[in-house]
């Protein structure tokens, strides 16, 4: 019986399953509702604007 892997799940462990993937979707879900500006700012960083230095001049014309 080399090679061969026997594994039994219950209807309980099924289900056990299921609720923890549930649990995490609506967990991220629920982050992601607090978090949300957040995040996006933290994972899009690179595509942030500079923000001016106020020690260098501007080079904008008033008027």
Known sequence: ??????????PGSGSMILQ?????VAGFL???KMFGRRML????FWKRDKEPDP???STETDG
């Open 1 to 10: 019986m080399s090679g061969i892997i026997l594994g039994y799940l219950d």
């Open 55 to 57: 020690s260098e001049p």
């Open 30 to 32: 629920v982050a992601l």
């Open 20 to 24: 923890a993937l549930l649990g995490g």
């Open 41 to 44: 700012s933290f994972f899009t």
